[in-house]
């Protein structure tokens, strides 16, 4: 643990107040390793927060940004534009141009991303006069972001308890779906509800709910009856998108048709920028209102530091062909850890889909037991409620994978017992 005094002036995401902070202080990062002040070397398991998809300081990542930043580092986009928002635009419309998402809003971070989706989906309902259409449906279980606006569609005890009341006011929740069959309970919502929806929102792979996936064919289903109700469907993928899953955009990949999907994380390998996609549908809409424009921007919005470096990320995604290694290097590691998880009163399951993985225990104490093993054995991973997380770079090795999993079951096999 580092010698050196932790700063009180400090206020750190997610960390409690009143104990002492016993998270290694990072100082450098190369590849699929973090190393502390104390030069102790750990292996990230979950890709800072699922974000270094070619872990950390990728040398031909660093360098498409030191350019960047010897040419022009910021500009405002809303008094004049500049070249990069408009290519990465061009480059993720080329890339989804089946799916008929072909326009693209960017800011920086996911939360930001949603509450740019909900905004969007609200002035579309005001562009066809229905502004009574103000609700939002999520999944219970979902995670959509801990700003206020994006705590509309946040659906986890954690994160809304005790906020303010207006969240509530405005959001309808839907169980987690188990079969086609449950279908039945959306149709019977829209039907008795859909004229006051503002839209649905959906992570296609649930990240904080133990990477849960849908059953066959429900996305793809869900979407079509959205259509049927004319109701925008946003897809959440911060966390599943560009790669995550072993495709470009999981959404589609399901067979969806969305109306909003929301890219970020991978996107920009470690620097902040989320894209914001949408349909010419959509879009056109804002053509007919009082004032033909979408009021909403940031300083930041489509910060060129992070375009340019979404913009190597995507080309290199494609040229060295991750997306077929991530969903193999994927089923090795679940694999890998299924053949060897202890039989413990603890574990419940392992399940993923390509580098983005959980394993659900007995409980939160459980969970928080065996993060703190982990990064004792020289592992960092992720926990929420019942669920430890893994998102490793998909640079991983099989040499890393191996070392990935034996740090993991020491840390679940040494871990108390709940």
């Known amino acids: 643990m580092s010698t050196i005094s932790r700063s009180r002036r400090y206020w750190p995401p997610y960390t409690p107040m009143n104990a002492e902070d016993c998270r290694p202080r990072?100082?450098?990062?190369?590849?699929?390793?973090l190393y502390d002040d104390t030069g102790r070397r750990y292996l990230d398991g979950i890709s800072g927060s699922?974000?270094?998809?070619l872990g950390h300081s990728h040398p031909a990542l660093i360098d498409a940004v030191k350019q960047?930043?010897?040419?022009?580092?910021?500009?405002?986009?809303i008094g004049s534009s500049t070249l990069l928002p408009e290519a990465l635009a061009e480059r993720l419309g080329d890339a989804l141009a089946p799916s008929g998402l072909a326009h693209t809003f960017l800011v920086s971070g996911g939360s930001e991303g949603v509450e740019t989706a909900l905004k969007m989906a609200w002035h579309y309902q005001i562009s066809r006069n229905q502004p009574q259409r103000t609700r939002v449906v999520a999944i219970d279980g979902a995670y959509h972001g801990c700003t206020l606006?994006?705590?509309?569609?946040?659906?986890r005890a954690f994160i809304n308890e005790g906020a303010l009341p207006f969240v509530s006011t405005c959001s309808m929740t839907m169980p987690l779906p188990q079969s086609l069959d449950d279908l039945q309970a959306w149709e019977a919502l829209l039907t008795e509800h859909g004229s006051t929806v503002a839209a649905l929102i959906i992570e296609p792979v649930m990240a904080m709910a133990g990477t849960r996936q849908f059953p066959d064919g429900f996305?793809?289903?869900?979407?079509s009856l959205a259509r049927a109700h004319d109701i925008p469907l946003i897809c959440d993928e911060v966390y599943c998108g560009i790669g995550r899953t072993g495709v470009l955009c999981e959404s589609t990949s399901q067979g969806a048709s969305p109306d909003i999907v929301i890219f970020s994380k991978n996107l920009g390998g470690g620097f902040p920028i989320t894209a914001v996609m949408t349909t010419?549908?959509?879009?056109?809409?804002?053509?007919?209102?009082?004032?033909?424009?979408?009021?909403?921007?940031?300083t930041q919005s489509g910060n060129l530091l992070g375009c340019r470096a979404a913009l190597f990320i995507l080309d290199h995604l494609h040229t060295q062909d991750y997306y077929e290694n991530v969903r193999m290097k994927g089923e090795r590691l679940l694999q890998t850890i299924r053949e060897n998880l202890p039989v413990t009163s603890n574990v419940v399951s392992a399940q993923g889909k390509g580098l983005?993985?959980?394993?659900?225990?007995?409980?939160?104490?459980?969970?928080?037991?065996?993060?703190h093993e982990a990064r004792r054995q020289g592992l960092i991973i992720g926990a929420a409620d019942r669920h430890l997380k893994l998102a490793p770079p998909f640079t991983i090795d099989d040499t890393e994978i191996d070392e990935l999993t034996q740090h993991l079951i020491c840390a679940i096999s040494n871990a108390p017992r709940h």
């Open 356 to 371: 983005m993985l959980s394993i659900t225990l007995n409980s939160p104490e459980a969970c928080g037991d065996v993060q």
């Open 219 to 223: 996305l793809r289903a869900l979407s």
């Open 149 to 155: 606006g994006a705590m509309v569609a946040t659906r």
């Open 50 to 53: 699922y974000n270094h998809c």
């Open 280 to 298: 010419p549908h959509i879009a056109d809409s804002f053509a007919s209102q009082p004032f033909p424009l979408f009021r909403h921007g940031h």
């Open 26 to 33: 990072i100082v450098r990062g190369q590849g699929s390793y």
């Open 68 to 77: 960047q930043i010897d040419t022009l580092v910021h500009a405002c986009n």
